[in-house]
């Protein structure tokens, strides 16, 4: 059974950092697409970042672009969610995801992950 499961979320103030991560049993690990998205309560789930099978590629919503990196460490099956200048309005549940098909990063949220973790929530005072 696949699990990935989400950690790191938290209360933070505006302008603080928080690093999310997520392990996912996915295998082979290595051949899957990561990626992060998140919903705000009344709002649908939005594309936050996804993540290529090397790395080589990575892709940003424009609301985190130069704020938020996404990173993977095959070794330990995990991906992260660095995210710097938070602003109030990044509160959300944040979800890692992962898929096996190679164009599911590029996609960039137009076509849904196989296999979602639980969330995470992340709260960002003004």
């Known amino acids: 059974q696949v699990q990935l499961v989400e950690s790191g979320g938290g209360l933070v103030q505006a302008g603080g950092s928080l690093r999310l991560s997520c392990t996912a049993s996915?295998?082979?690990?290595?051949?899957?697409?990561l990626g992060w998205f998140r919903q705000a309560p009344g709002k649908e789930r939005e594309f936050v970042a996804t993540?290529?099978?090397?790395?080589?590629?990575?892709y940003y919503a424009d609301a985190v672009k130069g704020r938020f990196t996404i990173s993977r460490d095959n070794a330990k099956n995990t991906v992260y969610l660095q995210m710097d200048s938070l602003k109030p309005e990044d509160t959300a549940v944040y979800y890692c995801a992962a898929d096996s098909r190679i164009g599911a990063a590029q996609a960039m949220g137009a076509v849904p992950f196989s296999y979602w973790g639980q969330g995470t929530q992340v709260t960002v005072s003004s």
């Open positions: 996915v295998r082979p690990f290595a051949t899957h697409c």
């Open positions: 993540i290529s099978w090397s790395a080589g590629n990575r």
